[in-house]
Antibody, heavy 116, light 112 residues
Framework: EIQLQESGPGLVKPSQSLSLTCSVT?????????WSWIRKFPGNKMEWMGYISYSGSTNYNPSLKSRISITRDTSKNQFFLQLNSVTTEDTATYYC?????????WGPGTMVTVSS | DVVLTQTPSTLSATIGQSVSISCRSSQSLLDSAGNTYLYWYLQRPGQSPQLLIYLVSNLGSGVPNRFSGSGSGTDFTLKISGVEAEDLGVYYCMQATHAPNTFGAGTKLELK
């Protein structure tokens, strides 16, 4: 069974970087699909942030393009989100998910609060 | 970016009632190859979103057939024919025809 699990700090200070890990089991991330980050803000708004493909190419939401980086460690079957220069508006629950024709597998999500 | 407008924002229903959620797009979601990348997801309380419908009207794996999707162009509808208690949560439409993928603001389904 394919499972995704997010991990990382739950609290980040403004102007710092947010770094999250998505650990994937049951499927090798280099075998196929795009591996995505999505976030849900307080109040239900959802935003697709970007993905890293099975080949290692990346695609980002233009609204985040100057601040976001998605990388991976294929030896650990993990991919990562880094979001720089965070503000309180980046407070959200962050999800990693697999995209083929749709988001079929999601992690449970991790809540990140940006606060001093 | 494509804006998806979902209505209503909140829906109160009794068990067994049939309900519909509308999703209207700021531009056509039909691509040049004739595909329409419109999806519906349900996020139950405390859970991550799960796929209900893909490509407008195709039922996701394991999704009960009381869920159905329809529409074309800019107007889409999710129908639940006989709400059950497990259907409560927030419903989102999402489009992937035009980059970047965007979501509707969500429709919260509550028990009346």
């Amino acid at each position: 069974e394919i499972q995704l699990q997010e991990s990382g700090p739950g609290l980040v200070k403004p102007s710092q970087s947010l770094s999250l890990t998505c650990s994937v089991t049951g499927y090798t991330i280099t075998s196929g699909y795009d591996w995505s980050w999505i976030r849900k803000f307080p109040g239900n708004k959802m935003e697709w942030m970007g993905y890293i493909s099975y080949s290692g190419s990346t695609n980002y939401n233009p609204s985040l393009k100057s601040r976001i980086s998605i990388t991976r460690d294929t030896s650990k079957n993990q991919f990562f989100l880094q979001l720089n220069s965070v503000t309180t508006e980046d407070t959200a629950t962050y999800y990693c998910a697999r995209w083929g024709w749709y988001f079929d597998f999601w992690g449970p999500g991790t809540m990140v609060t940006v606060s001093s | 970016d494509v804006v998806l407008t979902q209505t209503p924002s909140t829906l109160s229903a009794t068990i067994g009632q049939s309900v519909s959620i509308s999703c209207r797009s700021s531009q056509s979601l039909l691509d040049s190859a004739g595909n329409t990348y419109l999806y519906w997801y349900l996020q139950r309380p405390g859970q991550s979103p799960q796929l209900l419908i893909y490509l407008v009207s195709n039922l996701g794996s394991g999704v009960p057939n009381r869920f159905s999707g329809s529409g074309s162009g800019t107007d889409f509808t999710l129908k639940i024919s006989g709400v059950e208690a497990e259907d409560l949560g927030v419903y989102y439409c999402m489009q992937a025809t035009h980059a970047p993928n965007t979501f509707g603001a969500g429709t919260k389904l509550e028990l009346k």
